[in-house]
């Protein structure tokens, strides 16, 4: 009796397990149709912004017409304008298929944040980012264990997903303080909605098709590659305190023990 129970036991726990790994499974096989949709919805524009430039430059090259020079400006600028979109969708695309195929070379090793965070700055700056950004560091403190270019590439993907989608953003603050073991990040100036979508992302990686109901297909592929960047570093979001600011967005980033960076 005892073993046919023990039996039964078995069998209903092998029934329960197959039958996770067949949700799980189905989850992973429908986030994959969602991306390979997302990545096709971007292909379209990298063929626009190329149609754009080969359009812009045979009409200068046409020898038959001649341009003023306000005009020949204006051919210049939307060649300029859409090799700039060319080359963030080209980077982004790489991203998406090389972090959903588990092929990011990602080193961690100690690394400055406060490098990395006037990396971030310098970076969004160059992009003409028009939403204000202030960033507030300790000028010494632990070295983080990160890899320095990859997260200084999420941030910033987190970064253009928040100015994207939040219209009523008006100016964005990045605040790091060193705490036990861990360097906390907190971005203010963002509203609820937003910072929903991040946090349920961040909790459930695969999800991507519930993100896609909520913000444009470019900012999905970013928020679902910067989040994995972030996730292979284990960084990790701050836990929810109902105390706190309520539109802040807080990271956990891993600290080296017994190692001062003095700017």
Known sequence: ????????????????????????????????????????????RLQRSSTSIKTAVSSLLDYDIFWDETTQYEFLQ??????????????????AFRS??????????????????VSLRNNLVKNERSTPLTI?????????????????????????VIIGEDKNVVQLSIQATEAKNTWRLQITGLNKPIIAIIRHFFGRLNDIAEVVKQISPENALKLMTGCRILHLQNIKLCPQDTT????????LIPTVANSIFIA
């Open 1 to 44: 009796m005892c073993e046919n129970r023990d039996s039964s036991v078995n069998e209903h726990e092998l029934e329960k397990r197959l039958q996770e790994a067949q949700y799980q499974l189905s989850q992973l096989q429908a986030s994959n149709r969602m991306i390979w949709e997302l990545l096709v919805r971007l292909g379209s």
């Open 78 to 95: 939307a060649i300029d304008s859409s090799a700039d979109e060319l080359a963030d969708l080209i980077i982004l695309m790489t991203l």
């Open 244 to 251: 706190e600011n309520p539109a802040m967005l807080c990271l």
């Open 136 to 160: 507030e560091y300790p000028s010494d403190g632990k070295p983080a264990l990160v890899d320095y270019q990859y997260l200084a590439v999420a941030l910033s993907l987190l970064i253009e």
């Open 100 to 117: 959903q195929a588990k092929t990011l070379e990602i080193e961690t090793e100690p690394n400055a944040i406060q490098e990395i965070l």
